[in-house]
Every structure is written in C-alpha cells, then in structure tokens.
C-alpha cells in the first residue's frame, strides 16, 4: 500500500520507504527467530504437536514472504510480489499435506521418548492424532511401558475399536486403516491392563 502511494513521489521519497521498509524487515526477522527458537524449546521440553508444526511451517513461509518482500517490493518491483507470494503458500500448504503431519507428530514423539530420561510420552494427546497415526502408534505398543502402553492401547481401542462409534458417512481411506489395525492388534495389549485406574 505504501509502495503504492509513492508512485510519483520523488526518489528521496521512495528511498525513505525503502529504508524504513527495510528497518521493519529486519525487525520481522528478529520475531520470527524468537518465535522459532521458542517452539524448539517447547518441542524439546514437551514434545511435538500439531499446532507446533503448523507454527513452524507458517513462521519459515512467513520468512519467505518477508525475503521475497525485501526483494521485491523494496527494490520498486512490487508487480511480482502477490504472485509468487501466492503460489508459495499454495506450495506451502501441499507440501504440509504431503508430508502427513499427524504421522511426523507420531513418529517424533515416539522417537523422543527413547531419548528423554524416563521414557516420558503424552500418550493421551498421540491418541488424538487422526487415522494416518494410527498404525505407527499400534506399532509402538510392545517398545512402551506398561502404563503408557495401557493408556495407549485403552484410548486407541475407545476410538478405533469394534465398539467405536461411526458410518459409512465418515468413512475414509486413513480411518479404515486405523480401525484395522486397532481392531486386529489392540486387545492383547489390554489383557491385565486396570480398567478405570489410567483414565
């Protein structure tokens, strides 16, 4: 917008917005690392999660939004802005996707808990994950201990089981997954599992 004001303005003018544009830049810049190592330190101490990655993801596409700002916008080349700003977050947004975020959560946390003193794991939040998880959470039952592997197993088998509740309305391909899996490797891992006691 203030770009776009300035048409016609003198180059004193323009080098003035430039310069103050740049100053603002390099400010963005200073939040998004603060933002960035925050969510490291949060990873770290708690785990990963889905609103830490789509944080993360959002505060590099941001980076490049800021860089491609500076490098066009700044440089009186503002027509090339919108559009390749678009298509990035299009790219952004397909790449998220491709990457399957709720199985990189999964896998994360798992991996995590071998590292961190004590095995600590938020098993009830791995519970949540959608469909595509499913199968890599099952897969780690025998790895975990005993209470996490009960409370794990417990909450899979409340949400994947024969008893779960579901149509053919909300049926899709990663459900279907999740549901076999659970239905046919959950239940041994419950046997001597205290009913009530981990909910």
Do not use: H
């Not at 003198?10 to 603060?34: D, K, N, W, Y």
């Not at 190592?37 to 990963?48: D, H, I, M, S």
């Not at 390749?84 to 990457?99: D, E, K, M, P, R």
């Amino acid at each position: 917008m203030g770009d776009w004001l300035l048409r016609g303005a003198p180059p004193r003018a323009r080098r003035t917005f430039r310069l103050l544009g740049g100053l603002q830049l390099a400010l963005l810049v200073v939040i998004i690392a603060s933002a960035i190592q925050r969510l490291r330190v949060y990873q770290e101490a708690y785990g990963l999660t889905g609103s830490r990655l789509y944080g993360a993801v959002f505060l590099a596409w941001l980076t490049f939004v800021a860089l491609w700002f500076a490098f066009t916008v700044l440089r009186e080349r503002r027509n090339r802005f919108a559009s390749v700003a678009l298509v990035s977050l299009y790219l952004t947004l397909a790449g998220l996707i491709a990457a399957n975020p709720d199985v990189r959560i999964a896998r994360g946390n798992l991996a995590r808990a071998d590292l961190v003193a004590g095995g600590s794991i938020d098993v009830r939040y791995l519970a949540t994950l959608g469909g595509d998880a499913v199968p890599v959470l099952v897969d780690a039952l025998p790895a975990l201990p005993r209470e996490p592997r009960c409370t794990l197993a417990r909450e899979l088998d409340r949400r994947w089981g024969w008893n779960a509740p579901g149509d053919w309305r909300n049926w899709n391909l990663p459900r279907a997954r999740a549901r076999s899996a659970v239905q046919g490797e959950v239940e041994p891992w419950l046997v001597g599992c205290p009913e009530d006691g981990l909910r």
